[in-house]
Each structure stands twice: as structure tokens, then as C-alpha cells.
């Protein structure tokens, strides 16, 4: 498990563990991290350079005959699989390994050189591959992989998302939380045939880091934006004080949600929702409902029994601002395609109206 948080970001083990030095991905030359299985008859233990496509992932110690390869890749026009998501030039191309299990394997071996597995993940057949592709706009038939993420077919702990990774030049873009953001949703928990989960455990260290500010930021604006009931959350950063919500019935001093209640709006299990709201630090034991004063807006949160605690809207907006946390889900629901494609826009799409959307 990998991700690309700056802060957690893995040092490279050590040069003579690793049989490939650098890799050649495209035009971009940079270091690799751990050891691959590469075949030795193919990659020596001493490889300096290996050559990959960019397109397809085959690999070659060769210059020529990898520029040979680049000239008649038969997947440099657009990736395999099928796109079930784009939103602003970058877009999510699923893929079955079954049906493209040389494709799956390549990208295995090459993950593999920036991933600290023990284990072997090459039995591709059982596996989704999710792909990140960025497409520029001003060159519209020239595609870059960014990074990808793998899925179980068939789960038994209902795990999202097996293994995640964003190649080295393009970390430190945020590109983690769109794959894991991705991964969540195409988890369907939503739906009849979804169930809530999350990564494949154990995480490494990386992975528990990454997620962990991934769950916060997801918490986060779930609690910004619904947690409150709050039109704008903008707005609600100022205390409520007497104003009058839309609605018929007038707003209580605070609201009572449970762990589960979270996990059921954010698709995530109860311990992760726990885990998020330790993590953001806004948890506050409950104050005697008597003597609350509704100066702040706060929520209640059970976290089952009579574990209740208070969750202020305003230490939550401090949180996002120090960590410069977007208010809007950086996944779109209107950039899902195919099957994944939201049944009801017509509620969706609301959310980015501004605050002249009124009449
Ligand atoms: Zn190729």
C-alpha cells in the first residue's frame, strides 16, 4: 500500500537491494524505491536503467527496441478497459486482469518497484485495475497513466481497494484521495448490491497515514456540509444564533448522530469513522444537554452505549482552513460514466449552485 502524501512519503531502500536502479517511463527518468520481480533472464540484478512504455507498460534494458516499441504501441491512442470517470481532464479507466492480464501484469511489475509488498500481487485474473489517466486538453490525443488502483473482484471483507499507487513524478498532486475518493464509490455502498468497506488491511504505514487524512477530510465535510444542516457551509461558520431555517420546523440546538450514522452517509466502516474523528481532534465530551447554551452549533455524536460526544462546527472549520481542506468532494458524482453514473442528477447537481441560486 502506497499513497502520495508528501508527509509520508517512503525513502527508497537501499541501493543494492534494488535490482532496478531507474526507470525510464516516457521521457521521465527517475529512481525507483524497492525491489520488482522482473523475469532475470530479462532484467538483470544490476540494471541501472529499464525502459517502460508509458502506454502499456512493457519494459526493455534496450533503448532501441523500447523506442521501437513506443513507435507501434498498440495501446498509445487510449488505455485499455473502459473510462468510468472523468472530470477535468483526468479521467478513471477500469479494467478487468483477466481480460488483460499482460497489460495487468506489466503494471504489477511496475508498481512493484514503488510498492514495499511482501507478497506477491500478480494473480491479476482476480482483480480490477482502476488507472489515472490525464489527458491535456491542448493535446487531446496524447494520454499519461498517473498512477492506478487494484480491486478484489470478490471480496469477502467487502475491501474497496487492494492496492493503490501514484507514480513518483506525480505525487504530491492530491491524485490519492481522487483514486481513493474513486474507489468509494465504485464500491457502490450506496446501492442495493453495495456493501461499506475499505483498503485491504493491514495498511503499511504509508497506507495508514494516507488514509487516515483521506477518512478526516471525508468526515470533515460530511459533517460541513450535512452534519448541521446547513444550506452553505460557508455561511454556517458564523454561530446561528436566531436565524430561521427554511424549513417548517425550527432547528434543534444540536444534532444527534451516531458512528454508524456517518459510515452509512460516507460509505466508511465505524472504525474508520472513529479513527477519522480522533484524528480531526474536534471531539469533545458532551455537555449536559441542560446546560448547553446553542452559542455554537454542535453536533452530538454516539458512538453506540453512552459514549456521546460534542462536535463543534466551528473547530471543524478551523481543522479544514489549517489544512487547507476543499469544502467540495475533489470526486464529482456527475464525472462517473457507464454503470457508476449517479440515477438521481437531478438532486446531484444542486450542490455547486452559489449563493445567487436562490430564485
Ligand atoms: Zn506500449
Not at 488507472?131 to 497513466?145: E, G, K, Q
Not at 471483507?157 to 492496492?163: K, S, W
Not at 470533515?220 to 456540509?225: N, P, Q, Y
Request: glycine share 8%; charged share 25%.
Amino acid at each position: 500500500m502506497a499513497a502520495d502524501d508528501p508527509a509520508t512519503r517512503a525513502q527508497p531502500s537501499s541501493t543494492t537491494e534494488r535490482n532496478v536502479k531507474h526507470v525510464v517511463l516516457g521521457d521521465l527518468l527517475f529512481q525507483t524505491w524497492y525491489q520488482s520481480i522482473y523475469p532475470e533472464d530479462l532484467v538483470s540484478k544490476d540494471t541501472d536503467r529499464l525502459y517502460v512504455c508509458r502506454w502499456c507498460f512493457r519494459y526493455s534494458c534496450d533503448e532501441h527496441a523500447y523506442a521501437k516499441h513506443t513507435r507501434l504501441c498498440p495501446h498509445r491512442k487510449s488505455p485499455p478497459g473502459v473510462k468510468v470517470y472523468e472530470q477535468g481532464g483526468y479521467s478513471v479507466w477500469e479494467l478487468d486482469g483477466e481480460h488483460h492480464k499482460l497489460y495487468a501484469q506489466n503494471l504489477s511489475l511496475f508498481a512493484k518497484l514503488f510498492l514495499d509488498h511482501k507478497s506477491v500481487f500478480f494473480d491479476v485474473v482476480s482483480f480490477f485495475y482502476y488507472l489515472l489517466v490525464f489527458t491535456d486538453p491542448a493535446d487531446p490525443d496524447s494520454y499519461h497513466v498517473l498512477g492506478f488502483f487494484s480491486k478484489e473482484k470478490l471480496s469477502w471483507d467487502a475491501n474497496n481497494l487492494a492496492c493503490i499507487l501514484v507514480f513518483p513524478p506525480y505525487q504530491h498532486k492530491q491524485l490519492g484521495k481522487l483514486l481513493m475518493g474513486v474507489s468509494y464509490k465504485i464500491s457502490a455502498w450506496e446501492r442495493d448490491s453495495g456493501l461499506i468497506g475499505g483498503p485491504e488491511r493491514p495498511l503499511s504505514e504509508m497506507g495508514r497515514k494516507s488514509y487516515a487524512r483521506f477518512w478526516e477530510e471525508r468526515v470533515a465535510r460530511h459533517l460541513l456540509l450535512h452534519g448541521w444542516k446547513a444550506e452553505d457551509a460557508e455561511e454556517a461558520a458564523v454561530p446561528q444564533k436566531s436565524k430561521s431555517p427554511k424549513g417548517p420546523k425550527k432547528r434543534p440546538a444540536h444534532e444527534l448522530m451516531t458512528v454508524q450514522d456517518i459510515g452509512l452517509a460516507t460509505g466508511m466502516l465505524t472504525e474508520d469513522v472513529i479513527t477519522a474523528l480522533r484524528g480531526l481532534g474536534v471531539v469533545q465530551p458532551a455537555t449536559p444537554a441542560k446546560k448547553r447554551k446553542s452559542k455554537d452549533s454542535s453536533g452530538a455524536t454516539s458512538a453506540g452505549g453512552d459514549s456521546i460526544v460534542t462536535i463543534r462546527k466551528t473547530t471543524v472549520l478551523e481543522w479544514a482552513k489549517s489544512h487547507h481542506m476543499a469544502l467540495w468532494d475533489p470526486v464529482k458524482d456527475e464525472g462517473f460514466h457507464g454503470k457508476w453514473a449517479p440515477t438521481d442528477l437531478d438532486e446531484e447537481s444542486n450542490g455547486g449552485s452559489n449563493e445567487s441560486g436562490d430564485g
